[in-house]
Structures are given as C-alpha cells and as structure tokens.
C-alpha cells in the first residue's frame, strides 16, 4: 500500500499557478467546468510534437490533457511546472510513462468512460462482416443489384463470440453479445470462475483456448509490454476456418502480418478499428497493407470512442481528476505510482503541531543516511497533535530513535515496524 504526502492546494489563492493546457479536442462542458474552480485554460487541440514541446515551454502548464497526441520525453522535460498528464481516454501507451515518473510527474486515465462506444462498434463490426455491409452498400452505390450475392449470411444466435480481456469494454461487449443471443467464452488473467459465472459466460484458460472454440474472435485488452503480440499466429492458426476477427483495442495486441497469412490461409473476416503506424493526426494520407490484402476486411478510423456519449463522458473525469489534484495533490486513476515499495521499515512519530517539529525529524533520518520513501502526515482536532508515518528504505538504529524520541517537548511516542531488517 502506498503512502503518499497530501498537499493541499487552493486555486481561489494559487489560480495562476494552476494552469491547463488541452492539446485535444475536448468538451465544451468540461473546459467551462475547469475555467469556473479557477483554472487558466490554453484550450489548442491538434497540438503535435515540437509544436506541443513549445506550447509547453510557453504556457508552462501544471496539468496537460491529452486525447490521442503523442507526449514524448522531451515534451515531459519542456517545464517543470507540470506535474500531471491526463489521457482523455483509457489506453496510455501514447504518452512516455517512463519519462514521465522519471520527473515525478503523474499520469492518469479515464478507464471504463469508453466502454459503451467500443462495444456498439464492436458489435456493429461483427454485424456489418456477418452481413456484409459495406459490400452491399458499395454494390448499390455503384449501380450494381446482387440480392443473389448478398442473401446468404451465418446469423449470431447461437454462435459463440470468443472476448479477449474482461475489463470495462470486454464486460460491456459481453452484455450486448448475450442479448443477441450468442454464447460468449472469455479469457482475462483476472477472470475467475465466480466472475465468468456472474458474467455469463465460459472462462478459458488461454487466448489459444478461446480461438479454438469461438466463431468470432474479439480482442479488449490494454496495450502494455504483457499483451504485445499477444493475438499471435499460433493463436489465429487455431481460429475456424471462416471466423470473424475483431481489434478495436489497440494495434500492439494483434500480430498483423499473423493476420495477413491467417485471412488467406483459414479465410478470416477482419473488422479492425485500430492499426500499425496509423497517423497521429485527424486527417492525411494512410496506405496500409492491411486494407489492400485482400478478403473481407472491414474498417473504421480509430473511432471506438468517439461518440458524444463517451467523450462527454471522458471529459467529466479528466475535470475529476484535474479537480482533485488541484485541491488535495492526489490523483485519482495514476497509472505511474510504484506498487511495490522499496521501503524496509516503517516508523509511526505522535508529535505535537509545531512548527518545524517534523523537519527536525527529517533531519536526523537524513544525518542517519537514511532515505524517507513514502510519508503521511494527520493532524487531529484541536491541531495539538498529529501522527506522521514514514516508511524508510532502512531500519534506523536504536540510537536514531532515541535521538528522536528524546525531544520532549516535540515528539510523544516513535515506534518502529521493520518489514526486512536483518
């Protein structure tokens, strides 16, 4: 469990410091909402590389939000005023998290706001490949009738839809899946047999297993280092001849030169939101061989989430998150905060509310060698008297301790906890 300092941080008293810049397209709603708790806003969607470096270095923002724009390191390291980057969306793979807790700064996403847009997509891809959809259109709009062509479909009653990952998306897939009557089968790492049951569905016990058994393949996970490549050849080689597959999750997940020989080899359907090296940008030239192999492959533009719902959505909680880091200093969502301590020892002081009390403390474990690696402080009514926690990254001697103990007219009670002294 992490512990972390809470700084409280007034925007009525500090409104020129909190600044926003919002690279993005982002809501109306949500820009007026961060303008009325005190923020200056810098409102200048379609920001890309060295423009968006220089944006930062101008405006030098606390708080930077993002939709789809790349944040690099040099972008991270433009300012040192920013201390949070918010993903207007779920997925985060498009900002350098490395860099980022490398200067301390805090990323955030909005998980789960998404969920709705990409599982309507979804299912209108899995739709739109049963019945060929697009095909019939593009016949009809070319002056062409071919009712003969077009009248034979497979239908998705009873056919089995196999979901890779089981989060927000995968679980809002699953429920619109199920009113179309179809079975579902389902792998997540973290899916058990109570919670498949809860879903309604079949857990299996690998990617591999649920292409096996699935007449359509789905795929919502995170794009992280554990699931690159994950939707692989030996995974698409067991698929049915015939099967649909189906990436609205990102592009990372997928094998796509796999896909290419699969769709040739066990005559795929592919219904692809997402793509390798698609544009950063809103609109421009992509050639991409995956739409020119031939097949039936079915496209959209990256635009799972892109429905008013969603994005309304999205922007209340990144305005969440923005509100409650200006006001406590945490940040809800933080995908970059270490999960596994490094801290050994853990020490509880009582101290009475003075000033300076606790930088004396400070000070001793500093002189001791000795680095703090998490900390609390909570004061109690009266503000006579608080409890600050630290945990260290080593025990501290007997004599430290007693140092600190001995300050009276300071210090109440100290106690340690080792968690590894030898």
């Not at 500090?14 to 806003?41: H, R, W, Y």
């Not at 930062?56 to 944040?71: A, M, N, Y």
């Not at 209108?124 to 062509?149: C, F, M, P, S, Y």
């Not at 030996?234 to 609205?248: F, K, Q, W």
Request: with cysteine.
């Amino acid at each position: 469990m992490v512990i972390s300092v809470i700084l409280v941080v007034f925007l009525e008293e500090a409104s020129d410091e909190m600044k926003a810049l919002i690279a993005d397209k982002f809501e109306n709603t949500g820009i007026d909402e961060l303008k009325a708790v005190g923020c200056e806003i810098r409102y200048e969607p379609g920001l890309n590389g060295d423009a968006l470096r220089d944006a930062v270095v101008e405006f030098r923002p606390v708080i930077l939000i993002v939709r789809s724009t790349k944040v690099t390191a040099e972008v991270v390291a433009a300012t040192e005023e920013l201390s949070l980057i918010i993903r207007a969306g779920a997925g985060y793979n498009t900002i350098d998290v490395a860099a980022a807790s490398g200067r301390g700064v805090a990323v955030a996403n909005c998980p789960g706001k998404n969920a709705v847009a990409v599982a309507e997509l979804t299912l209108g891809l899995i739709l739109a490949l049963d019945r060929r959809i697009v095909d019939n259109v593009t016949d009809l709009r070319n002056g062409q009738w071919n009712k003969k062509e077009y009248s034979s479909a497979r239908g998705l009653k009873g056919r089995t839809l196999g979901v890779i990952g089981t989060g927000e998306i995968g679980r809002s897939v699953i429920r619109r899946a199920l009113a179309f009557d179809m079975k579902v089968i389902a792998y997540s790492r973290s899916l058990s047999d109570p919670l498949a049951e809860e879903l309604g569905v079949v857990r299996c016990e690998s990617p591999a297993d649920v292409a096996e058994r699935c007449d359509v393949l789905s795929i919502h996970v995170a794009a992280s280092p554990e699931t690159k490549g994950m939707i692989n050849a030996d995974v698409l080689n067991r698929l049915r001849p015939g099967s649909y597959l189906i990436n609205t999750a990102r592009a990372d997940v997928l094998d796509y030169e796999a896909m290419l020989a699969a769709m040739k080899e066990r005559n795929l359907r592919v219904g692809l939101d997402v793509y390798p090296g698609e544009p950063s940008v809103g609109q421009g030239e992509f050639v991409t061989s995956v739409v020119k192999a031939g097949g039936i492959v079915y496209g959209t533009h990256h635009i799972g989430a892109s429905t008013d719902q969603a994005q309304s959505a999205i922007a209340a909680e990144a305005v969440r998150i923005a509100k409650v880091f200006a006001t406590t200093g945490e940040v809800p969502n933080c995908v970059n905060i270490e999960t596994h301590s490094p801290a050994k020892c853990q020490m509880v002081v009582r101290h009475y509310d003075k000033v300076g009390v606790l930088a004396g403390v400070l000070d001793l474990i500093r002189q001791a060698d000795i680095s703090v690696k998490e900390m609390s402080n909570t004061i109690y009514q009266g503000h006579e008297a608080a409890v600050a926690i630290l945990r260290l990254d080593k025990c501290p001697s007997t004599e430290v301790v007693e140092s600190i103990a001995a300050q009276k007219d300071n210090i109440i009670k100290v106690e340690v906890k080792p968690f590894e002294c030898p």
